[in-house]
């Protein structure tokens, strides 16, 4: 069963893009183009985007502890290390979520 398949319908109705766009458990989801139901990212996605966000959320921490550790000669790269994990945190799980994991009804169904 292919993870760009529809957990109601049993049609792959998801591509990379849409995928990545639908989001995790806690998201509003993306519509199934065949049967209508909302879906989303299952739980490995959410782990993952869970324990990715606090490694980088760590990263950041101490790149603003220790600062000295980022500073080349006379520049200190400290600022564009902070600005990358956290791009990196809205990033990161999105493009894992367009190749990886299987997905799952949104249980979040009336918006
Ligand atoms: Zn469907």
């Given at each position: 069963m292919s993870i760009y398949?529809?957990?109601?319908?049993?049609?792959?109705?998801?591509?990379?893009?849409?995928?990545?766009?639908?989001?995790?458990?806690?998201?509003?989801?993306r519509e199934c183009s065949e049967c209508g139901t909302r879906c989303v990212?299952?739980?490995g996605a959410?782990?993952?985007?869970?324990?990715?966000?606090?490694?980088?959320?760590?990263?950041?921490?101490y790149t603003y502890l220790h600062p000295e550790n980022f500073a080349v000669g006379d520049v200190n790269y400290e600022?564009?290390?902070?600005?990358?994990?956290?791009?990196?945190?809205?990033?990161?799980p999105r493009l894992v979520n367009a190749f990886c994991f299987k997905?799952?009804?949104?249980i979040r169904l009336n918006y």
């Open positions: 398949t529809c957990p109601h319908c049993g049609e792959k109705t998801f591509n990379p893009l849409t995928k990545a766009l639908a989001g995790q458990m806690n998201s509003r989801g990212n299952g739980k959410t782990i993952f985007n869970a324990v990715y966000t606090l490694i980088a959320f760590a990263g950041v921490v600022i564009f290390v902070v600005a990358g994990l956290i791009i990196s945190i809205f990033l990161i997905m799952t009804e949104a």
